[in-house]
């Protein structure tokens, strides 16, 4: 989505120079590509053979737009999804903790557009009183 969000001059952006930027397969490419366009975040600039382009200003497309064009939803543990039953979900102690952390790093995804993705401005760390040294990966 950068890559596309980068070209500026309305001609589009093409799969295979983008493959080659990011160095990836042209057929990985062709299923990332894919869910893009069904979640109507691209289409072809001018129709088949054509460059890429955005369908909305990258500061209206947020990365919880672009998780959602390959998954449903953020669900960070199995319990919390709405299609499994857990037979202790009523006395679960720990639901509320996976659920909090859950919204916290949806509103995360919500929080940060593609245009905040190109200009690198993300969560300040220090202000949420995170130590870098902590951050383990």
């Keep these: 989505m950068a890559e596309i969000a980068s070209e500026t001059t309305g001609k589009g952006v093409y799969q295979k120079d983008i493959a080659k930027r990011q160095s990836i397969s042209l057929k ?3 299923s990332i590509i894919h869910g893009l366009k069904s979640a109507n975040l691209i289409v072809n600039s001018k129709g088949k ?10 500061k209206d ?8 064009a390959f998954e449903n939803g953020i669900c960070i543990i199995e ?4 299609y499994v039953k857990c037979n202790r979900d ?16 949806t509103g995360y995804f919500q929080s940060i557009t593609l245009q ?5 401005k993300f969560i300040d ?6 130590p870098r040294e902590a951050l383990k990966c």
């Design 28 to 30: 990985y490419l062709d």
């Design 49 to 58: 053979k054509s460059g890429y382009i955005l369908t909305r200003d990258p």
């Design 61 to 68: 497309i947020t990365m919880l737009d672009i998780h959602e």
């Design 79 to 82: 319990c919390l999804s709405p």
């Design 90 to 105: 009523a006395t679960c102690n720990a639901k509320t903790f996976w659920n909090d952390l859950n919204t916290i790093i």
């Design 116 to 120: 905040d993705i190109l200009e690198k």
């Design 125 to 130: 760390l220090d202000a949420v009183h995170i």
